[in-house]
């Protein structure tokens, strides 16, 4: 199973913008448009936020966006909250019709 | 409203077994595929198994594969993870998930969770 990189924190003031990646191999990200984004406040169970690649589900503010470049996948979040610090994880569906979850990225408002 | 509500975790020595279950509400539970992914204290996310919405196909990560059992009772709207030979490593909070349709499509509605331990 593939394995995703993520940096282990980043942060950002209110009402910036701060972009979390995830790379992968060239064999996965590159060729599936399969990647999503989970967002997990402390203590409560993920919330998906970003599927294939860009799109986002109901409810979900359009201040979340995703893109992907190459081997790599990003989750940008613009005019940061206070209310979107949480731990972020990228997910992607494999060849091998299993999951891979990148190791997570915690997001500090400063 | 669309729920998922999982139980049966709890204290288990190592090598023992323990069978968790996630009862599903608010959806035709038969048309969409279900997953399991786990989180030990203080780490991240890992995807255990997954299972068709007809229950014909499973698939499970290596490092449970030949340990642990997904399977479901649609007529009860309810999924299983059968958890055999269970070791320390093991120990995590299980969350059951539903596909978008697919298990091949993302996990949009994610239950609370159930907390597993192995510990002698």
């Known amino acids: 199973q593939s394995a995703l990189t993520q940096p282990p924190s980043v942060s950002g003031s209110p009402g910036q913008s701060v972009t979390i990646s995830c790379t992968g191999t060239?064999?996965?990200?590159?060729?599936?448009?399969?990647v999503s984004w989970y967002q997990q406040p402390p203590g409560t169970a993920p919330k998906l936020m970003i599927y294939?690649?860009?799109n986002r589900p109901s409810g979900v503010p359009d201040r979340f966006s995703g893109s992907k470049s190459g081997n790599t996948a990003s989750l940008t979040i613009s005019g940061l909250q206070a209310e979107d610090e949480a731990d972020y994880y990228c997910?992607?569906?494999?060849?091998?019709?299993?999951?891979?979850f990148g190791g997570g990225t915690k997001l500090t408002v400063l | 409203e669309v729920q998922l509500l999982e139980s049966g975790g709890g204290l288990v020595q190592p090598g023992g077994s323990l069978r968790l279950s996630c009862a599903a509400s608010?959806?035709?539970?038969?048309?969409?595929?279900m997953t399991w992914v786990r989180q030990a204290p203080g780490k991240g996310l890992e995807w255990v198994s997954a299972?068709?919405?007809?229950?014909?196909?499973?698939y499970y990560a290596d490092s449970v594969k030949g340990r642990f059992t997904i399977s479901r009772d649609n007529s009860k709207n309810t999924l299983y993870l059968q958890m055999n030979s269970l070791r320390a490593e093991d120990t995590a909070v299980y969350y059951c998930?539903?596909?978008?349709?697919?298990?091949?499509?993302?996990?949009?509605?994610w239950g609370q969770g159930t907390m597993v331990t192995v510990s002698s």
């Open positions: 060239s064999s996965d990200i590159d060729s599936y448009n399969r």
């Open positions: 294939e690649v860009s």
């Open positions: 997910s992607l569906y494999t060849s091998s019709n299993t999951w891979v």
């Open positions: 998930g539903k596909h978008s349709t697919l298990t091949k499509d993302p996990f949009d509605i």
């Open positions: 299972m068709s919405g007809g229950g014909k196909s499973t």
């Open positions: 608010g959806f035709t539970f038969s048309n969409y595929g």
